[in-house]
Nanobody
């Protein structure tokens, strides 16, 4: 079982910044795709950003939800077994529980693995 741990959430005023971290094991071997989602009470979990392994690029393909483009940046540090979500110019509507998911098709790593979430609260 792959353990995924998010950290870095907290309370911040609108316009501020936070960096979320997603740590798991065996990243160099498993070569995970990294995904960030968020969820607010009563709503479905929504996609925020991802890095997916792509044979045509060295670092993978980055995707962002329209609502966070230009403000959020996804990255990963494979030797540190950690992925990140840098969030700038935070807005009230960014308040949510943020979840990290890693996935891999490699033998021994197959599956989608979620963390427990980290809360981000943006206030005015």
């Amino acid at each position: 079982q792959v353990q995924v741990v998010e950290s870095g959430g907290g309370s911040v005023q609108a316009g501020g910044s936070l960096t979320l971290s997603c740590t798991t094991s065996r990243w160099p071997y498993c070569n995970y795709d990294l995904h960030w989602y968020r969820q607010t009470p009563g709503k479905e979990r929504e996609f925020v950003s991802s890095i997916t392994i792509d044979a045509t690029t060295v670092d993978g393909t980055r995707n962002y939800a329209d609502s966070v483009k230009g403000r959020f940046t996804i990255s990963k540090d494979v030797p540190k077994n950690t992925g990140y979500l840098q969030m700038n110019n935070l807005k009230l509507e960014d308040t949510a529980m943020y979840y990290c998911k890693v996935s891999s098709p490699r033998v021994g790593c197959i599956g989608d693995f979620w963390g427990q979430g980290t809360q981000v609260t943006v206030s005015s």
